[in-house]
């Protein structure tokens, strides 16, 4: 099921983008100090935009943080009945999480309940879906939150996308949690930049 915002409900949606678990300093392990301080920096900043009116959250429905930050958003959405706050999992194809672990499909199963579903691209994988994705969440939105410290890849590219398109960008670093916001800072975005221009998008 699609959520179809209009544009002045564009002005009150946030996207979020961020590392895999391969790309994280502690992987994988919700058990972690590190993995409960990323998820709880996930959850606050989710938390204050909410006080700012913010009512519309998308995620990208791939594992590590963007699992992690649709967990987050799931529970303020409960904790916030009352602001109606509403989560779109925006899934890049029909078939992405078929090598996933069972453990993460169930977490992705649990998340689909208490959220709208849209598959971007109503098909199997195929090479670009991925970007596809992730400029549909940017384009549908006015801020997006960024779980990212420079390295290259997918979301270094949504980092450069948002940018591009006059996005506000709020980025967490995982390894020391610093949150940062940037808005309009092209210099501030670049000092995060790794020197690797290869582009992609997964």
């Not at 099921?1 to 996207?15: D, F």
């Not at 700012?52 to 303020?76: K, N, P």
């Not at 109606?84 to 992705?108: F, T």
Request: net charge positive; glycine share 4%.
């Amino acid at each position: 099921m699609m959520l179809h915002v209009t544009p002045g409900e564009i002005r009150c949606s946030v996207a979020f983008t961020g590392y895999r678990p391969s790309k994280l300093p502690f992987l994988n392990n919700p058990e972690s100090v590190e993995y409960k301080k990323l998820y709880n920096a996930i959850y606050a900043e989710v938390e204050r935009l909410i006080h700012r009116d913010y009512r519309f959250f998308l995620t990208g429905g791939a594992t590590g943080c963007d699992l992690m930050a649709a967990e987050a958003i799931v529970s303020l959405k409960k904790k916030y009945r009352k602001k109606h706050v509403a989560h779109e999992l925006c899934l890049p194809c029909r078939n992405h999480d078929e090598k996933w672990s069972e453990i993460d499909k169930m977490r992705l199963e649990e998340i689909k309940k208490s959220s709208m579903v849209t598959y971007v691209s109503d098909t199997e994988y195929f090479n670009g879906c991925m970007q596809k994705r992730n400029q549909y969440m940017v384009d549908t939105s006015s801020v997006l939150i960024a779980v990212f410290d420079g390295m290259n890849g997918g979301t270094r590219n949504t980092v450069k996308y948002a940018e591009k398109k006059g996005r506000k960008l709020i980025v967490i670093r995982p390894r020391d949690m610093v949150r940062m916001q940037f808005i309009n800072s092209a210099e501030d975005i670049e000092q995060l930049m790794l020197t690797d221009e290869t582009d992609s998008w997964d």
